[in-house]
C-alpha cells in the first residue's frame, strides 16, 4: 500500500512538471464512503461488504480539440486510496459538465479503472469450496480487474476558484469485462480547484 502511494506520487510529481501537462483545469480532493449502506443506492447487487472510507483525488484537463464532436468533454485522471485496506483504485477518462446559473454545475463522468480488490474469478480454482464461500461473502466480487466507472456530481462554486461537491459513483464491469458483476458504489465530497 505505501508503496503504491509513493510510486503514485512520484508519477504525478513528475507528469506534472512535463509541457503536456500545463492543460490542468481543475483539481480536486475528496473523502468518500466506499461501498455506501447509507443510502443505498440500489445500483450494486449487494452493497456493505467492504463499507469503509477512501480518499480520492482527480485532475481535470482542458478540452481537446479533436473532442469537440462529442460535446467537447474534459480528459480526467483519478485514483482512490482506501484508509481500511478494502479495494483502491485508478483510472481516466471523460468528463462532461453542465452549468446552472452563476453558481452551480453537474457533471457525468465516465472512464475506466483498475483495482486492487479482490478478483473472485481469478482466484476460484485455487481456492477449497469453503475458502470461496468465506470470501464471497466477505468481499466483494468483481469480475474482472478492469472496471467501467460512472458518476455523477453536483458542485457549487464558492469563489471562482474553489467549489464544494457533492458526488455518487458506480464501479462494475457491466457483465461486459467478465461474467460476475457484483459492482460497488460510493458517496463522497470533494473540494476543487479551478486554475
Not at 481537446?64 to 462529442?70: M, R
Amino acid at each position: 500500500m505505501l508503496k503504491s502511494i509513493c510510486i503514485s506520487t512520484g508519477l504525478i510529481a513528475v507528469l506534472s512538471a512535463t509541457p503536456a501537462f500545463a492543460q490542468i483545469t481543475e483539481v480536486r480532493v475528496g473523502i468518500s464512503d466506499f461501498d455506501e449502506t447509507t443510502l443505498d443506492l440500489g445500483i450494486s447487487a449487494v452493497n456493505g461488504r467492504e463499507n469503509s472510507v477512501a480518499i480520492n483525488g482527480e485532475i481535470i484537463f482542458e478540452e481537446p480539440e479533436f473532442l469537440k464532436w462529442a460535446l467537447t468533454p474534459q480528459p480526467y485522471i483519478n485514483a482512490t486510496i482506501n484508509l481500511e485496506g478494502e479495494t483502491s483504485y485508478g483510472g481516466a477518462g471523460l468528463l462532461w459538465r453542465q452549468t446552472f446559473g452563476d453558481k452551480f454545475y453537474g457533471d457525468f463522468a465516465f472512464g475506466l479503472v483498475v483495482h486492487t480488490g479482490t478478483n473472485v474469478v481469478d482466484r476460484d480454482n485455487a481456492l477449497s469450496f469453503f475458502e470461496f464461500i468465506e470470501l464471497t461473502n466477505e468481499e466483494i466480487s468483481f469480475g474482472s480487474r478492469i472496471l467501467f466507472r460512472e458518476q455523477l456530481t453536483l458542485g457549487y462554486r464558492i469563489t471562482d476558484k474553489w467549489s464544494a461537491e457533492v458526488f455518487a459513483e458506480h464501479l462494475s464491469n457491466g457483465q461486459i469485462l467478465g461474467s460476475v458483476n457484483e459492482g460497488v458504489d460510493i458517496l463522497g465530497l470533494k473540494a476543487s480547484k479551478r486554475f
